[in-house]
């Protein structure tokens, strides 16, 4: 079973930096491309960026709303993926997803798997 | 970036009714385009992927069409359990934009 739990999420202030956590399992971490998606309280999804695999040199690609604030990144040997936030602002209060890119056998153009999310809150 | 723009952004049906959500592109995304169903309080489950795919396990009421920068979303007969907020995706080129959503009710 496709398994992705996030944690790391807490209140922080303004400016702030945090580091958000995506553990992986029930599937080819390594092979996977990941994606964070995010969705503040009462709108709707927002991607965020995303992360390839080795093959692919783990590019990169945000947002521009986060883009030089957020950094995506991936330990293949933990099945995690990262998400440091820096120069955090009250607009970036949301839950947080990870997210796989499905197989390609199947929904590889489409999110098949999602983590339960966790909350992130910037105020002073 | 590429802009995804949904319609109508609520909607009140009866159960049994059919039901239609578009979503335009604004430039052309090829079929790449993938539907998702976000009951309350719950994470978002994929629907359909390449415009008109049925994810494995989805109840075939729903369906999914169109190409280029016009799709559709496509309930072909409302149950209660299909109340949810539903979005489309961009998944042709990042940024991989989702749109507004819509909500649906029953009447």
């Known amino acids: 079973e496709v398994q992705l739990v996030e944690s790391g999420g807490e209140l922080v202030q303004p400016g702030g930096s945090l580091k958000l956590s995506c553990a992986a399992s029930?599937?080819?971490?390594?092979?996977?491309?990941i994606h964070w998606v995010r969705q503040a309280p009462g709108k709707g999804l927002e991607w965020v960026g995303r992360?390839?695999?080795?093959?692919?040199?783990?590019?990169?690609a945000y947002a521009a709303s986060v883009k030089d604030r957020f950094t995506i990144s991936r330990d293949d040997f933990k099945n995690t993926a990262y998400l440091q936030m820096n120069s955090l602002k009250t607009e970036d209060t949301a839950v947080y997803h990870c997210?796989?890119?499905?197989?390609?056998?199947?929904?590889?153009?489409?999110?098949?798997?999602w983590g339960q999310g966790t909350l992130v809150t910037v105020s002073s | 970036d590429i802009q995804m723009t949904q319609s109508p952004s609520s909607l009140s049906a009866s159960v049994g009714d059919r039901v239609t959500i578009t979503c335009r592109a604004s430039?052309?995304?090829?079929?790449?385009l993938a539907w998702y169903q976000q009951k309350p309080g719950k994470v978002p489950e994929l629907l359909i992927y390449?415009?008109?795919t049925l994810q494995s396990g989805v109840p075939s009421r729903f369906s999914g069409s169109g190409s280029g920068t016009y799709f559709t979303l496509t309930i072909s007969s409302l149950q209660p359990e299909d109340v949810a907020t539903y979005y489309c995706?961009?998944?042709?080129?990042?940024?991989?934009?989702f749109g507004g959503g819509t909500k649906v009710e029953i009447k």
């Open positions: 997210t796989r890119r499905g197989p390609n056998d199947s929904a590889d153009y489409a999110f098949d798997s």
């Open positions: 029930g599937f080819s971490f390594s092979a996977s491309v």
């Open positions: 992360i390839r695999s080795k093959p692919n040199n783990y590019a990169t």
């Open positions: 430039q052309g995304i090829n079929n790449y």
């Open positions: 390449t415009a008109s």
């Open positions: 995706q961009n998944f042709n080129s990042v940024p991989l934009t």
